[in-house]
């Protein structure tokens, strides 16, 4: 039988396979959680509703200042039983790990499925935005990834959300009820592209049902903006 992959598409789905072979058979292998103002109360919240043994790596960026170091390992280690760790360049994802940012540097994610880092032009007036971060995982993740949009100010994220629709993955907002800032949630649901609008105290158990679910298992998306 004559292979009718290209030369090109033999070697992405070779990365591909390598990328997701550390990963138990679930359906989704990363969520990303994007926040900026609030932020901080928000993804406490979350991570800290998730049980021990969640499968998924999670990655956890909010808008940083550069002028200070950042202590967001060391805040959300002490309301998780997972491990939280600040992302190193050239690092695996892993199951079962929260990997945090770095402040003034854009974290990206490489087809490798390892971290990376970029001192690019500001994204968003920001130097360490979503919209690159969803953008990298989007590409090498694709069907594999949730992306969370948190409390924030801005829009940042909305050209992501479009990139990770694009390549097959899930989008959930936080509502507004429970937004301390909505801009972020907002500028998401606007894309019409978003997959769950959730309260706050759902977030977690909806990550749970979605994630924990084996991949031989089929995922109903019931979208809340109907």
Known sequence: MVDSLTPEENLAQKRKQGVL????NITFNVVVIAASAGGLHAMKKVLSALPPDF???IIVMQHLSP????????ILNNCTALWVKQAEKGELLRPGRVYTAI?????LVNPEGRFS???VTKVNSLRLAADPLFASLAV????RMIAVVLTGKGTDGLKGVLAIKKHGGMVIAQDEATSKYFSMPEAAISTQQVDFVLDLEEIASTLTSL??????????????LN
């Open 21 to 24: 072979s550390h990963f138990p």
């Open 55 to 57: 499968p998924a790596a």
């Open 67 to 74: 002028k200070f170091p950042s202590h967001t390992s060391e």
């Open 103 to 107: 402040p003034n540097q854009q974290l």
């Open 117 to 119: 880092f970029s001192d």
């Open 140 to 143: 090498t993740y694709q069907t």
């Open 211 to 224: 994630v924990m679910i084996e991949k031989a298992t089929s995922v109903s998306r019931i979208s809340s």
